[in-house]
């Protein structure tokens, strides 16, 4: 899809876009005006847009349109192309609840990660109560939702990853994609056996202790965001739910993150951890 669009369609693409900012569905007159096309040449771009099905539509009370998931990844693929960011996308390297995650190629022949923010596979309710970013929006739409998960799961990462903690490394961000350095590996999850399960948590746990560090708290550590590389190392993932040290329930989503990695290598594992003693060497400064 993304090589049969033309400089045209993207201009309509991007001119909904822009009209979603202020109206639910966006007028013709509107995609008109924010393009700056005919109003011919926009109707039959329309037109051929919802053939590839990009759009969705509304007759009544007035026509206007709406562009999807797979109109917002062309959008976004076709800036960091243009960018010089990307040059090929492969196959995928994992589907979860709310994102997506490519191999992917950059010019320079170094491989990477592309991860599609996908909110709205989960209720509407379930995220607001999940991301606090979102609570005191009323109206927000999917996409935009996505677009600001994966602004804040970028700044997690360029916060964390200059201070040393095991994280993907930050290459670029634009809409609802974060091209990441590549990620290898499984996830503890899918891990049946460690070399030696007790080094493995404290690697984790000092990666915590450097995250907070350097004033950030994951939230939503568990054993599916945490990456068992190659070597043996750790790699921590999915950052969009992280806050800072100075954020009110930080004490209390910190203890919520160490408590879910003891609990599973409690269970797994049998390692066996005071969770006080673990807490007050994660809140130590380095």
Known sequence: MLKE??????????AIELGMMSFKYVAIEEIVKYSGLSRGEVEFRLSELDRRELLYGQPKPYEGYIINYMAYDCLALNALVRGGVLEA?????GVGKEADVFDALMPGGERAAVKFHRLGRTSFRETRRKRGYLADRRHVSWLYQSRLAAEREFEALKVTHAAGVSVPRPIHQNRHVV??????GYNLADVDTLDDPESFLDDILLNVRRAMSAGV??????????????????LLIDWPQFVYRSHPNAGALLRRDVANVLRYFERKFGVVRSLEETLSFVEKRD
Do not use: K, W
């Open 5 to 14: 669009l033309v400089s045209e369609d993207y201009r309509i693409l991007q």
């Open 89 to 93: 996308l492969g196959m995928s390297l």
């Open 179 to 184: 091209v990441m350095g590549y990620i290898s």
């Open 217 to 234: 708290i994951h939230t939503d550590l568990s054993e599916f965001n945490i990456v068992v590389q190659p070597d043996g190392q750790v």
